[in-house]
């Protein structure tokens, strides 16, 4: 892999420059195709070498690459030293480079890109994150979706890395809805139809019994009554929570399954109602609790009464807030699990919410409020059905299915499916999560079903197809070739490229595990799928003759299984057939 490459630079840079070699790895890496001169592999980055606080001009920089270069000798890893801007360039052995690669994606499978140098100092951690988080006896809403997309990729990525991973749906289960639902239910609500559909009966009821709150004021007295009983402990008031409850969690746990996703844990804030009265104590024990003229209490961020650093955490009622419920439950997870880093993922418009959590973590004395962060993401605008806005996510996946089944089946070259409806779902979820992660997550985005689909181009679509592709090849032809391979067969532009790109596997996974962006992975897949379909046109298997058929099926199953292990990160399911 680059890791044994870079190494072996690093070793010689080492003796010229008196540094230890781990010092110089990081300064070395793959040249992106895309930038690709004629006679780079790697490249050491000269500015990277030097003092950051020296004023070094570009002609100097430049000088001091040269000289470094006339000191560096070619070896049998190394083939060619040249420079460039501000670089000194390697050209890796040709038979070389091709045998290793080959050999390390083939020998390490899913670990391939994840035994680097570059994650070898890495401490391995216990990581909670918290994701997608809908509300109980509600739909599962589509602003739901970006959050357990997300999560699940930073998930599965920690849990790569060879973290322990802990993951976590914090519901929305508590709260004045219930009062209005268990009202609405005894009211409006049928047994049978809760059994058969609940979270659509659910919706009907709470829709009726908000129109006749708003109408009746004895029926919004009843809402408050019953979500009373419920604060007090009542024991048929929270039968029925509890029922709403369960039956919500099955019906999202269905909806996960068809997403490819799982959690370790289903809380909620019902959980930490009691243990928010705790935390109010506390805050008052240390002085930071402030009661204002209308009886609800907050803490004062600033220490200088700025209105915009004030968090409110009671109500006048002296019943609690998200803010507090996120304080208790931030301080139970790290009894319960002592974590190293805990990530919660939500919309960008929570931002300000997390900064006070856990400044007020911070004040009341708890140090690991520091291993606390929040990924921001961006909002989705336009997904709409054609029967018009999209209010929940199994419709969408419903039309992600359909759309994707009516282009299988207009497409010529689509072959017979066992399971049609499970292969076109795989195939639009891909479409679906490969246009979410282009851009940083921070950016809101257009939704465009017409771009989701296009099997050409830049899309999940096209790597599914690339895949699925590259396995019937396998198929076609594996059995006789797949034993031995002769790497000079392997030296035509196409495939040189390729395994330049694969060299880089390593680095891309490094950036995306340092700022947690899933865009890296997605450019990295695209590019190496577009490769791999030039080099499919022109590098036949077909009537080559044995030794060139075989090395070339060789290179094909190495971007197979890379982008394999690249797409399950990011949350896809590669499709063999389609």
């Known amino acids: 892999m680059a890791c044994s490459f870079r190494r072996a630079i690093a070793c010689q840079l080492s003796r010229v420059l008196n540094l230890p070699p781990e010092n110089l790895i990081t300064s070395i890496s793959a040249v992106p195709i895309s930038q690709k001169e004629e006679v780079a592999d790697f490249q050491l980055s000269v500015d990277s070498l030097l003092e950051e606080d020296n004023d070094h001009s570009r002609p100097d920089i430049q000088v001091q690459a040269k000289r470094l270069a006339e000191k560096l000798r070619c070896d049998t890893v190394v083939s060619e030293i040249s420079t460039g801007q501000r670089t000194v360039n390697f050209k890796i052995n040709r038979e070389l480079l091709t045998k290793t690669v080959l050999q390390q994606v083939i020998e390490d499978g899913s670990k391939y890109g994840l035994k680097s140098e570059l994650f070898s100092g890495l401490p391995r951690k216990k990581i909670v994150v918290e994701f997608s988080s809908p509300n109980v006896a509600k739909k599962f809403h589509v602003g739901h979706l970006r959050s357990t997309i997300i999560g699940n990729f930073i998930a599965n990525l920690k849990e790569a890395l060879g973290h322990q991973v802990i993951r976590i749906n914090y519901l929305g289960d508590w709260g004045m809805q219930f009062g209005l639902l268990g009202t609405g239910f005894q009211l409006f609500g049928y047994e049978e139809k809760l059994q058969s559909n609940p979270l659509q009966h659910l919706f009907e009821v709470y829709v009726q019994v908000n129109k006749e709150a708003a109408d009746d004021k004895s029926v919004a007295k009843s809402a408050q009554e019953f979500f009373q009983r419920l604060e007090l402990g009542d024991v048929q008031a929270l039968s029925l929570w509890q029922k709403f409850r369960d039956l919500s969690i099955e019906e999202y746990v269905r909806v996960y399954k068809r997403l490819g996703v799982y959690f370790d844990e289903y809380s909620g804030e019902s959980f930490y109602r009691e243990k928010s009265q705790e935390v109010l104590k506390l805050l008052e ?70 900064q006070q959590v856990f400044q007020m973590l911070k004040i009341m004395g708890y140090d690991w409020a520091e291993r606390c962060q929040h990924v921001p993401f961006g909002v989705v605008q336009g997904m709409k059905t054609r029967r018009g806005d999209v209010t929940f996510l199994e419709d969408v996946l419903n039309e992600i299915q359909l759309r994707m089944l009516q282009n299988m089946a207009s497409i010529k070259t689509t072959k017979e499916l066992k399971n049609p409806q499970e292969t076109a779902e795989r195939v639009g979820l891909a479409a679906l999560i490969i246009q979410d992660f282009k851009g940083l997550l921070l950016s809101d985005y257009k939704f465009s079903w017409d771009r989701v689909f296009q099997s050409r181009g830049d899309t999940g679509v096209f790597l599914q197809y690339t895949h699925a592709r590259l396995h019937s090849l396998e198929e076609t032809f594996g059995c006789g070739y797949l034993n031995d391979f002769n790497t000079a067969c392997l030296q035509e532009p196409q495939s040189v490229s390729i395994l330049q790109h694969l060299l880089r596997f390593d680095e891309v996974l490094y950036k995306s595990s340092q700022d947690l962006q899933p865009r890296h992975i997605v450019s990295y897949l695209l590019t190496l799928s577009h490769l791999a379909a030039v080099a499919h046109r022109t590098l036949q298997i077909k009537d080559s003759p044995p030794e060139v058929a075989g090395a070339r099926l060789h290179l094909f199953k190495a971007v197979r299984s890379v982008l394999a292990n690249g797409m399950k990160l990011l949350g896809i399911t590669p499709v063999c057939r389609m």
């Open 285 to 354: 024990s240390k002085g930071l609790l402030l009661k204002t003229i209308k009886g609800t209490a907050v803490v004062d961020l600033s220490g200088n009464g700025d209105s915009s650093s004030i968090c409110t955490v009671m109500r006048s009622d002296g019943t609690s807030l998200y803010a507090t419920r996120d304080l208790a439950a931030a301080i139970d997870r790290m009894d319960k699990y002592n974590f190293d880093t805990m990530i919660y993922v939500t919309d960008k418009g929570q931002k300000k919410h997390f």
